[in-house]
């Protein structure tokens, strides 16, 4: 379990087609309070850490994995937000997040308004009438609140507000349209969906 408050900014070093996908990712974690099989959300994808050194870990992504989160994610150089996994006693200054990814949203727009950045982001069709205004949506790994949905034809544009903390201390600090993100939704909505049958 999670938070969505990310606490690194992870780069992947390396990226190895092997059986799986193996990524390198150096973090300023202190890697002697990592142990192997922790449990670390990579861009909010929850990953098991199976090898580490002094200033980064190691983890395996199935092609299960790499095909229902963000293309192009998961190159040599890329950016990852970062959150370790969460003990009891931690303060919970997010949401609960799984590290499960529901689907793939894209960036439609990022404007600024006052001294944040406003998001549209559009979503898949089947995540439409899981998106709640005010209610809390993670992407990338990030914990947000949404402002407004709207649906359209193709799925729902949603809005989130980016204040410039968390542009600062995530990857969101560099936005455009057409990037993709991880969408999970807030498990509520997830579980609620399933025993309505929705």
């Not at 002697?32 to 959300?41: E, H, M, Q, Y």
């Not at 299960?64 to 293309?71: D, F, G, K």
């Not at 709640?132 to 990030?142: C, F, R």
Request: proline fraction near 3%.
């Amino acid at each position: 379990m999670f938070t969505g408050i990310i606490t690194d900014i992870g780069t992947i070093a390396k990226a190895e087609q092997r059986g799986d996908l193996r990524l390198a990712v150096r973090c300023g974690y202190d890697m002697v309070t990592v142990d192997l099989g922790a449990s670390i959300a990579c861009s909010g994808v929850c990953l098991t850490v199976v090898d580490k050194g002094e200033d980064w870990f190691a983890v395996d992504l199935s092609a299960e994995t790499v095909s229902r989160t963000a293309q192009g994610q998961w190159n040599e150089g890329g950016r990852l937000n970062l959150e370790r996994s969460l003990k009891l006693g931690d303060e919970m200054g997010g949401h609960i997040v799984t590290g499960h990814v529901d689907g793939i949203g894209e960036i439609v727009s990022a404007e600024p308004v006052g001294d944040s950045t406003e998001l549209v982001i559009c979503a898949p069709d089947d995540l439409a009438n899981l998106i709640a205004p005010k209610g809390s949506i993670t992407l990338d790994g990030v914990s947000l609140t949404v402002n407004e949905v709207r649906h359209t034809g193709d799925g729902c544009h949603f809005t989130i507000n980016l204040i410039p903390h968390t542009a600062e201390v995530t990857t969101f600090d560099t936005v455009a349209a057409g990037r993709p993100v991880n969408i999970e939704i807030d498990i509520l909505a997830r579980y609620l969906a399933r025993m309505t049958g929705r």
